[in-house]
Nanobody, 116 residues
Framework: QVQLVESGGGLVQPGGSLRLSCTVS????????MGWYRQAPGKQRELVAS???????NYVDSVKGRFTISKDNAKNTVYLQMNSLKPEDTAVYYC??????????WGQGTQVTVSS
């Protein structure tokens, strides 16, 4: 069974930084497309950033230049470095893993709160 364990959320002031981590229990991690999604209260879940098996990255416009997604295949871990955080970045952040078979897996979510 594939499991995703997230960490790194918390409370941060506007302009601050956080790094989220997601470790995946799967043997072929390097072949997965990994994504970070977020869901704010009353809003739909949205894709924030993704990275595929070729290390191609994609970002939603609102985080471009502030967030960076990366992965360490040796550690089966994907990261989301979040800088210059804004109150509107407040949400539950979810890690997602998808393979070429169309199977997709989700983490439990980690709360990020940006507030003074």
């Amino acid at each position: 069974q594939v499991q995703l364990v997230e960490s790194g959320g918390g409370l941060v002031q506007p302009g601050g930084s956080l790094r989220l981590s997601c470790t995946v229990s799967v043997s072929s991690f390097s072949m997965y497309t990994m994504g970070w999604y977020r869901q704010a209260p009353g809003k739909q879940r949205e894709l924030v950033a993704s990275i595929n098996s070729g290390d191609r990255t994609n970002y939603v416009d609102s985080v471009k230049g502030r967030f960076t997604i990366s992965k360490d295949n040796a550690k089966n871990t994907v990261y989301l470095q979040m800088n210059s955080l804004k109150p509107e970045d407040t949400a539950v952040y979810y890690c997602n893993a998808g393979n070429f078979r169309g199977q997709t897996y989700w983490g439990q979510g980690t709360q990020v709160t940006v507030s003074s």
